[in-house]
Protein backbone atom coordinates (compact mmCIF):
# COMPACT_ATOMS: atom_id res chain seq x y z
CA UNK A 1 0.00 0.00 0.00
CA UNK A 2 1.06 3.45 -0.81
CA UNK A 3 1.84 5.75 2.24
CA UNK A 4 0.96 9.08 1.78
CA UNK A 5 3.72 11.72 2.12
CA UNK A 6 1.45 14.55 4.23
CA UNK A 7 3.54 17.61 5.14
CA UNK A 8 2.61 18.65 8.74
CA UNK A 9 0.73 21.90 7.47
CA UNK A 10 -1.56 19.65 5.21
CA UNK A 11 -2.21 17.11 8.19
CA UNK A 12 -3.05 19.90 10.30
CA UNK A 13 -5.45 21.23 7.17
CA UNK A 14 -7.05 17.81 7.56
CA UNK A 15 -7.16 17.78 11.61
CA UNK A 16 -9.34 21.01 11.42
CA UNK A 17 -11.67 20.20 8.62
CA UNK A 18 -12.12 16.83 10.55
CA UNK A 19 -12.68 18.30 14.09
CA UNK A 20 -14.67 20.89 12.45
CA UNK A 21 -17.11 18.36 10.73
CA UNK A 22 -17.56 15.80 13.65
CA UNK A 23 -18.31 18.68 16.37
CA UNK A 24 -20.20 20.85 14.02
CA UNK A 25 -17.96 23.97 14.09
CA UNK A 26 -16.83 26.35 11.62
CA UNK A 27 -13.12 25.41 10.86
CA UNK A 28 -11.99 28.85 11.94
CA UNK A 29 -13.47 28.09 15.41
CA UNK A 30 -10.69 25.24 15.67
CA UNK A 31 -7.91 26.35 17.35
CA UNK A 32 -5.22 23.44 17.06
CA UNK A 33 -3.27 24.56 20.32
CA UNK A 34 -6.18 23.62 22.21
CA UNK A 35 -6.29 20.14 23.65
CA UNK A 36 -8.85 17.63 22.17
CA UNK A 37 -10.82 17.28 25.28
CA UNK A 38 -11.52 21.02 25.72
CA UNK A 39 -13.26 20.43 22.60
CA UNK A 40 -15.39 17.39 24.59
CA UNK A 41 -14.20 14.48 22.38
CA UNK A 42 -15.16 11.43 23.92
CA UNK A 43 -12.83 8.31 24.01
CA UNK A 44 -14.87 6.64 20.82
CA UNK A 45 -14.95 9.98 18.75
CA UNK A 46 -10.97 10.38 19.54
CA UNK A 47 -10.15 6.88 18.64
CA UNK A 48 -12.62 7.63 15.57
CA UNK A 49 -10.50 10.77 14.07
CA UNK A 50 -7.15 8.55 15.14
CA UNK A 51 -8.40 5.70 12.89
CA UNK A 52 -10.31 7.87 9.75
CA UNK A 53 -6.12 10.02 10.00
CA UNK A 54 -4.88 6.30 10.25
CA UNK A 55 -6.70 5.64 6.52
CA UNK A 56 -6.07 9.11 5.02
CA UNK A 57 -2.10 8.78 5.74
CA UNK A 58 -2.06 5.18 4.47
CA UNK A 59 -0.37 3.70 7.61
CA UNK A 60 -0.12 2.56 11.06
CA UNK A 61 -0.44 5.20 13.83
CA UNK A 62 -0.38 4.50 17.56
CA UNK A 63 -3.31 3.80 19.63
CA UNK A 64 -2.48 6.64 21.87
CA UNK A 65 -1.88 9.30 19.16
CA UNK A 66 -3.89 12.17 20.71
CA UNK A 67 -3.67 11.45 24.25
CA UNK A 68 0.28 11.45 23.38
CA UNK A 69 0.02 14.22 21.31
CA UNK A 70 -3.54 16.15 23.19
CA UNK A 71 -3.43 19.23 20.22
CA UNK A 72 -3.96 19.37 16.36
CA UNK A 73 -0.66 20.89 16.67
CA UNK A 74 1.34 18.58 18.37
CA UNK A 75 -0.23 15.79 16.48
CA UNK A 76 0.70 17.68 12.98
CA UNK A 77 4.10 18.06 14.24
CA UNK A 78 4.71 14.67 15.24
CA UNK A 79 3.39 13.27 12.29
CA UNK A 80 5.26 15.73 9.78
CA UNK A 81 8.04 15.07 11.15
CA UNK A 82 8.17 11.38 11.24
CA UNK A 83 9.12 9.78 7.35
CA UNK A 84 7.41 6.74 6.42
CA UNK A 85 6.53 5.32 10.22
CA UNK A 86 5.46 6.04 13.86
CA UNK A 87 8.24 5.36 15.89
CA UNK A 88 8.78 2.39 14.29
CA UNK A 89 5.36 1.39 14.23
CA UNK A 90 4.74 1.34 10.29
CA UNK A 91 2.85 -0.99 8.07
CA UNK A 92 5.94 -2.93 7.30
CA UNK A 93 6.59 -3.88 10.82
CA UNK A 94 2.79 -4.55 11.22
CA UNK A 95 3.55 -7.25 8.55
CA UNK A 96 2.11 -5.07 5.56
CA UNK A 97 4.04 -4.54 2.85
Not at 40 to 45: E, I, K
Amino acid sequence: MRRIAASRSEIQSWLVKRLAETLALSEEDVDVSIPFDRYGLDSRTAASLSAELEDWLERALPATLVWDYPTIASVADFLGAVDGSVSGVGRESCGEP
